[in-house]
């Protein structure tokens, strides 16, 4: 069975504009990387996941509420795959990533997220039989190109000299996590996307409420410092509840193996930051990675015929 689910062709509404909603996640994922880094030393790692979460479940917990009543049933029926999701791509994925910037760089990092991608079409090959049509294989290699040519400012030298250390084993594991989560998506229950997410950022935050006690009493406390109010803010608003409506959604309507081309878009969001924000210019490479990640979404999410 092929992976290629589409939106309807004549939707105008919002939450079937998969191009558009394609767009946030990675950049909003992007500033979390960037986030995550910056206060690595300032706040611990499960002590950022935890609040992040939990933040997260308390913001969104109001307007999911009267969905949520509603979808009780079917969320309670299907509790082992709600449980194996929360626990995927809440409690372990961004925890790991957390642990993982505490001790390797923002390249290794995206790097490494770039092969993503390439997993998610591999575990929906193995889980599901999804087979890959020649224009999505070809659009995810063109993007995966793309992606590569961003990380190395166009010189394949910076590659060859990537060393790897603890903290990319810590992002792998993150990333072969996410890949699986992206593939389970679609045993969710069938319910309002609002009741999803808050029932799976629950299940994070209490996952890892153990763990946040244990770092507090062996390592080191959360800090309430206006660094920290500030990083917990941004991840529990953007990265989390924005972040994950969209690409939950995403994921439904083009499915697993196009969705995670989104992924290639870290790369080009933490570009375009880096030009913006930091003073850094422009180049030549910077073009021609955007137009192949461009190029390659495009031939993937391509209807037949």
Not at 125 to 132: A, C, E, S
Not at 231 to 240: C, E, I, K, R
Request: glycine share 8%.
């Amino acid at each position: 069975m092929a992976d290629d689910r589409v939106a309807p062709a004549k939707s105008r509404r919002l939450i079937d504009q998969a191009w558009l909603l394609m767009m946030l996640p990675p950049l909003f994922w992007a500033g979390n990387a960037v986030m995550g880094r910056a206060v690595a030393g300032a706040v611990p790692p499960i002590g950022l996941a935890f609040w992040r979460w939990t933040l997260g479940t308390l913001i969104i917990l109001p307007f999911a509420w009267k969905h949520l009543r509603h979808d009780l049933s079917p969320l309670l029926a299907g509790w082992k795959d709600v449980l194996v999701l929360g626990t995927l791509g809440i409690g372990l994925f961004n925890t790991f990533q957390y642990i993982a910037l505490n001790s390797t760089t923002a390249l290794n990092s995206v790097m490494l997220q770039s092969s993503m991608p390439v997993l998610i079409v591999l575990m929906s090959l193995v889980l599901f039989g999804d087979r890959v049509r020649p224009a999505q294989g070809l659009g995810i290699v063109v993007s995966l190109i793309g992606a590569t040519t961003l990380i190395s400012h166009g010189d394949p030298a910076i590659l060859l000299g990537l060393q790897l250390n603890i903290g990319d084993v810590w992002m792998l594991a993150a990333i072969v996590i996410y890949a699986a989560y992206t593939t389970l998506l679609r045993r969710k229950p069938v319910v309002h996307g609002l009741s999803f997410v808050v029932a799976t950022f629950a299940i994070g935050a209490v996952e890892l409420l153990p763990f946040y006690v244990w770092e507090t009493i062996t390592q080191r406390a959360v800090e309430p410092t206006t660094v920290t109010f500030l990083a917990v803010g941004y991840v529990a608003l953007f990265p989390s509840i924005v972040a994950y409506l969209c690409f939950n959604r995403v994921v439904e309507l083009v499915g697993a193996n196009t969705a995670g081309l989104a992924i290639h878009l870290v790369p080009v969001f933490g570009s375009l930051l880096a030009v913006l924000f930091l003073g850094e210019q422009p180049h030549l490479y910077h073009g021609v990675g955007i137009a192949l990640i461009a190029t390659g979404i495009a031939l993937a999410t391509r209807r037949r015929g």
